[in-house]
């Protein structure tokens, strides 16, 4: 059984610094596609950062210069560097694994960034 777990949340304040942590369970990471997203009540969940299987990476236009994916295979772990962080990245944020026969979800991290 797949699992994702996130952690790393919490509460800063505008202009700071969090690290979040996507930790698999069940599965190596090793060679698929891994995502970041991030979701507000009423909105919907909105893509943030990907890592494919051959470390390159995309980010939304938002976020870019500002945070940073990476992973660690042999912990299998992906992370989400976050600095310079503002009020409009408060959200939940959740990680995502692509497999070859489904993609798999964890169950959110909140982030609230405080003005």
């Known amino acids: 059984q797949v699992q994702l777990v996130e952690s790393g949340g919490g509460f800063v304040q505008a202009g700071g610094s969090l690290r979040l942590s996507c930790a698999a369970s069940g599965t190596t990471i090793r060679g698929y596609t891994m995502s970041w997203y991030r979701q507000v009540p009423g909105k919907q969940r909105e893509l943030v950062a990907t890592i494919r299987n051959d470390d390159s990476v995309n980010y939304v236009d938002s976020v870019k210069g500002r945070f940073t994916i990476s992973r660690d295979n042999d912990k299998n772990t992906m992370y989400l560097q976050m600095t310079a962080l503002k009020p409009d990245d408060t959200a939940v944020y959740y990680c995502?694994?692509?497999?070859?026969?489904?993609?798999?979800w964890g169950q959110g991290t909140q982030v609230t960034v405080s003005s």
């Open positions: 995502r694994l692509d497999s070859l026969y489904n993609n798999y």
